[in-house]
């Protein structure tokens, strides 16, 4: 698979508006979707010029797309993820940006979608909230011992490929040489939310 070029956001609120903002930065050629239940934010961004296209539905308009950022509240991942099953594509990737991954890994195997899904969690965030305070560097506030931290997770050992191919993706959009993307792996029975295991990409290794 090449590299990315057409990219969905479902939300676009701080999270999402910041990933988007960054990745219009540095790739102004590639094309952006967007769907967000706050219509006023998808509005803003395209006047921006951050997004290409407008999405009133998660519909077929984001078959295209090589990877889907879901960022939305967690409590809406079930339903966009079943939504999206029924027509993004069969290389398409879904990653979402959320802090726990016990109810969103349960639905991703529930709908089969574990060959196209990685979990991540960027670690960044502010006081304020919505796209109006989204920023292209929203990240470099989520800077540990220098580096920003993308935590990226394999929900089942067959995902390798998957999780590889976003670790790809992330690096290549984000902050080089001050980016680290750390794996987790956690059983769905487990009460904790997150364990980064091993750093398998660091900045020593970000020019490689």
Known sequence: MGMASNYGFIGLGLIGGSIAKRLKKVHSEYHLIAYSRTRANLELAHADGVI???ADEVDERFRDCDVIYLCTPVSFNEMYLA??????GINTIITDVGSTKAEIGECVHALGL???FCGGHPMAGSEKTGYENANDHLMENGLVDGLTKYILGKL???NDLTGNIVQCYVRHI???PYFSCDTFSRSFSSSVTMLP???MWSASR???
Request: charged share 35%; glycine share 0%; with cysteine.
């Open 156 to 158: 089942d050992i067959a």
């Open 197 to 199: 295991c091993s750093c």
């Open 174 to 176: 984000f902050f080089p």
């Open 52 to 54: 290409d296209e407008i």
């Open 114 to 116: 574990d060959r196209q």
């Open 206 to 208: 970000s020019a490689s």
């Open 83 to 88: 939504k999206l099953k029924d027509v993004i």
